[in-house]
């Protein structure tokens, strides 16, 4: 997982010294080749493959109270194989 600081300079969010970004470019780079080497490979052949969330009406609301929003559907995210 990316830490704080990875996503603000990836989405631009921060202004850093140009020492500082290839320090956080060289840490992305390696968390990108170690899920793709080790964690994408044990997730495929886990067969997990989607990701499902279901969005309440209220986060206080129990197992039995959660209902979709309306006009909203569940959010998806599938690997690519």
């Known amino acids: 997982m990316l830490s704080k600081t990875e996503r603000d300079y990836l989405s631009g969010k921060i202004d850093i010294s140009q020492s ?3 320090v956080l470019k060289h840490k992305i780079k390696n968390k990108l080749r170690d899920f793709y080497m080790l964690e994408l490979p ?3 052949q886990s067969g997990i493959t ?4 279901i969005i309440t009406e209220n986060n206080n609301a129990t197992e039995n109270d959660c209902k979709l929003r309306a006009g ?3 959010a998806t995210f599938t690997l690519p194989r």
């Open 50 to 53: 989607e990701f499902n969330n």
């Open 20 to 22: 500082y970004k290839r």
């Open 42 to 44: 044990l997730i495929q």
């Open 72 to 74: 909203f559907d569940p």
